[in-house]
């Protein structure tokens, strides 16, 4: 509820906006490092955490501490990827964790029953580690304190991404588009796009999707189902595309151009095309900094097999504490193995595909996908309760 | 440039993802009145289906 409030374009997005507009650039770096501070401050204390919430921007003055004696080579990089996973552990996964151990939250000695997640930590975590393992590898420069928290307290993508590079934003920081007129409006159109996306599809589709347990699956006549389950793969492609909508759009307001995050994924015709147009920024660092470490494509095919689940299995732990979510990552991770499998066996002809054979491998592409959903919004015994029904019946 | 990709290239000029239109699309930006109308559009269907909102789907709470 924070890009569809008032608070968040009344309050923070406009002021800030403009006030980082006419900064001199010594002083640009400090704008946006307070306004995200307050915008961080504001939003976790009002709907998350409360003053515990709040507290957690001390994450992000201890990372910018840290990252000063990030050094090529040096092992203060690997000491901040390892502090910044645990805090992702601790806040996202501790719960789950214990829980395998001890089933019974009553009796769980570490269950923490007030959790609360800090504002963005699945997102701001990919940016500390991105920014730790390429001062290691002597890939981006050091920067100012205040430049780096402004990279990471930048706020329209501080709670879920696009994902920055800092070697990316760095010079759009230091020389911020000087062109009001077309940066403001395509920033508002982009943000109104984003805000239709969210409250005339995906909130709407809600209708539909919130069927998706297990007393009404019960109940269904049995091709519902399938409708139901692909409207929540519509959903969720508005839901977050709007998301990023609003987010990309409110830092052309600022004058800094950030990542695409999309770019008409449910049209693409195979699973590996999927992955590159959908969330692009997530994928785009899963493979920096998974897939290419584990010896990425050039290995032997059982060990691409295994790269691409193991990279797989990550972005499912990430998406959620949850079994369900291992599942989703590792159908995915399944169906790109196949695919790899299949080209293996049969190359593709010289010249482009006939139309059927495209028009076949969308529709394939596009059920795969959506079938693949039932473990993203059910659990897994619901997932499965799902296709029992939907198949048998 | 195929009528596809034409498509895709002006929904994401309407939608404020592309700077420039694609050949042959009369509206630019300096087109004030279409603008007008269509961030009047935008806006009243946010109105109109505002207040059923739920959180975005991504965002951790």
């Given at each position: 509820?924070?890009?569809?409030?008032?608070d968040?374009?009344?309050?923070?997005?406009?002021?800030?906006?403009?006030?980082?507009?006419?900064?001199?650039?010594?002083?640009?770096?400090?704008?946006?490092?307070?306004?995200?501070?307050?915008?961080?401050?504001?939003?976790?204390?009002?709907?998350?955490?409360?003053?515990?919430?709040?507290?957690c921007?001390?994450?992000?003055?201890?990372?910018?501490?840290?990252s000063r004696?990030?050094?090529p080579?040096?092992?203060?990089?690997?000491?901040?990827?390892?502090?910044?996973?645990?805090?992702?552990?601790?806040?996202?996964?501790?719960?789950?964790?214990?829980?395998?151990?001890?089933?019974?939250?009553?009796?769980?000695?570490?269950?923490w029953?007030?959790?609360?997640?800090?504002?963005?930590?699945?997102?701001?975590?990919?940016?500390?580690?991105?920014?730790?393992?390429?001062?290691y590898?002597?890939?981006?420069?050091?920067?100012?304190?205040?430049?780096?928290?402004?990279?990471?307290?930048?706020?329209?993508?501080?709670?879920?991404?696009?994902?920055?590079?800092?070697?990316?934003?760095?010079?759009?920081?230091?020389?911020?588009?000087?062109?009001?007129?077309?940066?403001?409006?395509?920033?508002?159109?982009?943000?109104?796009?984003?805000?239709?996306?969210?409250?005339?599809?995906?909130?709407?589709?809600?209708?539909?999707?919130?069927?998706?347990?297990?007393?009404d699956?019960?109940r269904?006549?049995?091709?519902?189902?399938?409708?139901?389950?692909?409207?929540?793969?519509?959903?969720?492609?508005?839901?977050?595309?709007?998301?990023?909508?609003?987010?990309?759009?409110?830092?052309?307001?600022?004058?800094?151009?950030?990542?695409?995050?999309?770019d008409?994924?449910?049209?693409?015709?195979?699973?590996?095309?999927?992955?590159?147009?959908?969330?692009?920024?997530?994928?785009?660092?899963?493979?920096?900094?998974?897939?290419?470490?584990?010896?990425?494509?050039?290995?032997a095919?059982?060990?691409?097999?295994?790269?691409?689940?193991?990279?797989?299995?990550?972005?499912?732990?990430w998406?959620?504490?949850?079994?369900?979510?291992?599942?989703?990552?590792?159908?995915?991770?399944?169906m790109?193995?196949?695919?790899?499998?299949?080209?293996?066996?049969?190359p593709?002809?010289?010249?482009?595909?006939?139309?059927?054979?495209?028009l076949?491998?969308?529709?394939?592409?596009?059920?795969?996908?959506?079938?693949?959903?039932?473990?993203?919004?059910?659990?897994?015994?619901?997932a499965?309760?799902f296709f029992?029904?939907?198949?048998l019946g | 440039?195929?009528?596809?990709?034409?498509?895709?290239?002006?929904?994401?000029?309407?939608?404020?993802?592309?700077?420039e239109?694609?050949?042959?699309?009369?509206?630019?930006?300096?087109?004030?009145?279409?603008?007008?109308?269509?961030?009047?559009?935008?806006?009243?269907?946010?109105?109109?289906?505002?207040?059923?909102s739920?959180k975005?789907?991504?965002?951790?709470?």
């Open positions: 509820m924070i890009f569809n409030s008032w968040y374009y009344l309050l923070f997005l406009i002021p800030s906006a403009i006030l980082c507009r006419l900064a001199s650039p010594e002083r640009r770096p400090w704008v946006i490092f307070l306004s995200g501070g307050l915008f961080f401050t504001y939003f976790s204390y009002t709907q998350l955490g409360g003053v515990a919430g709040a507290a921007l001390a994450i992000f003055l201890w990372e910018s501490l840290v004696f990030y050094k080579s040096s092992w203060v990089c690997w000491f901040g990827v390892t502090q910044t996973v645990l805090f992702l552990v601790l806040f996202k996964y501790r719960n789950f964790l214990t829980g395998i151990v001890w089933r019974d939250a009553a009796h769980n000695p570490l269950y029953r007030n959790a609360f997640l800090p504002l963005g930590i699945s997102f701001f975590t990919f940016e500390f580690v991105h920014y730790a393992v390429d001062r590898k002597n890939r981006t420069e050091e920067g100012s304190v205040t430049e780096y928290l402004a990279f990471i307290l930048f706020f329209p993508t501080m709670v879920a991404g696009p994902i920055k590079r800092y070697q990316d934003f760095l010079p759009k920081l230091r020389s911020i588009s000087r062109e009001w007129v077309i940066d403001w409006q395509r920033g508002f159109t982009r943000i109104l796009t984003g805000l239709v996306k969210k409250f005339a599809v995906a909130d709407v589709l809600t209708a539909y999707t919130n069927h998706l347990n297990a007393t699956i019960g269904a006549y049995r091709p519902i189902l399938l409708l139901w389950l692909f409207a929540y793969g519509i959903k969720i492609y508005a839901d977050f595309s709007a998301y990023s909508d609003i987010a990309i759009g409110s830092a052309r307001l600022f004058g800094i151009r950030v990542p695409e995050n999309f008409w994924p449910y049209l693409r015709a195979n699973i590996t095309d999927f992955w590159r147009h959908w969330h692009m920024s997530l994928t785009n660092w899963l493979i920096d900094y998974i897939y290419i470490p584990l010896g990425g494509s050039r290995r095919s059982g060990q691409v097999y295994a790269n691409i689940l193991v990279t797989f299995l990550v972005s499912g732990i998406h959620g504490a949850g079994v369900n979510f291992i599942v989703w990552g590792l159908l995915h991770g399944v790109l193995v196949v695919r790899r499998m299949w080209r293996r066996i049969r593709l002809p010289p010249g482009p595909p006939p139309v059927w054979s495209q076949g491998s969308w529709f394939l592409t596009y059920v795969g996908v959506s079938l693949a959903w039932a473990f993203f919004c059910m659990d897994v015994h619901t499965l309760y029992r029904r939907l198949l | 440039m195929n009528i596809l990709e034409w498509l895709k290239h002006a929904f994401e000029y309407v939608g404020g993802a592309q700077d239109p694609p050949a042959g699309f009369l509206i630019g930006l300096g087109h004030w009145w279409f603008w007008a109308v269509w961030w009047a559009a935008m806006a009243l269907a946010i109105y109109v289906f505002s207040g059923q739920s975005f789907i991504y965002i951790d709470f």
